[in-house]
């Protein structure tokens, strides 16, 4: 594919920086299986002497696993792709909208955006769990945590905060995180009154 300057309705300085709702082709890509990233992300655009214009997407990626790690992927758009860029009505969510590879373009929904109404943020926040869950690395851990909640637009969004026995031979506890997920809010649940602790979460 050829990512060079390229003709474009719109100028560098009309795309970038804003918001695009996008499905496109992802090359050489070890974190994105599919090969093709779908969801929001923000224009980057620059533009030559000749009024040519060279676009990327920037995806504010989550991987998949318990921790949710954020990664920013860069996605170049082809030359040929450039005329697919579509401005969105005054008004909408996204500013632009781009689909490089066909098929729908459904409305991006973030897998770690609660719209669980059984709890505010303030019901969760610094609250102590009991937890039993699985790390990243595989390792089992049965103790308790600490939630973390915060707002995200109509949303919000959870974490736990745990401190796993240390592996480093020092003795030493590092805190580790838990993202939860939307699709397992449900496994938040209040402990009966005179608990120790205020909430219990078992992922396992």
């Known amino acids: 594919m050829n ?3 390229a003709k474009c309705k719109y100028t560098a300085a009309e795309l970038k920086g804003k918001k695009v709702h996008a ?7 070890g974190i994105v299986d599919s090969g093709i990233m779908e969801g929001e992300g923000t224009f980057d655009a620059i533009q030559n002497d000749q009024g040519f214009v060279r676009a990327r997407i920037i995806f504010n990626y989550i991987e998949n696993g318990p921790n949710g ?9 082809p030359c040929d792709c ?3 860029i579509t401005k969105n ?18 409305p991006f929904v973030d897998p770690f955006d609660w ?3 059984r709890f505010r943020v303030e019901d969760l926040n610094e609250k102590r769990a009991d937890i039993f869950i699985k790390s990243e690395d595989g ?3 049965d103790g308790w945590g600490i939630v973390q909640a915060i707002p995200n637009g109509e949303f919000i969004r959870v974490r736990i905060v745990y401190f796993p026995p240390a592996t480093d031979g020092k003795g030493k506890m590092a805190a ?8 397992k809010s449900n496994k938040l649940v209040k402990n009966p009154e005179g608990s120790k602790n205020l909430f219990s979460f078992k992922d396992l």
């Not at 499905?23 to 890509?29: D, I, L, P």
């Open 115 to 117: 719209a669980d109404k």
């Open 89 to 106: 009505p005054a008004g909408s969510k996204y500013d632009f909208s781009l689909n490089t590879v066909g098929g729908e373009l459904k």
């Open 82 to 84: 450039l005329d697919k």
């Open 176 to 183: 580790a995180y838990y993202q939860v997920p939307s699709n």
């Open 3 to 5: 990512y060079d300057f």
């Open 139 to 141: 390792r089992i851990y």
């Open 69 to 77: 790690r954020h990664v920013a992927i860069a996605v170049s758009i």
């Open 23 to 29: 499905r496109v082709t992802v090359e050489n890509s």
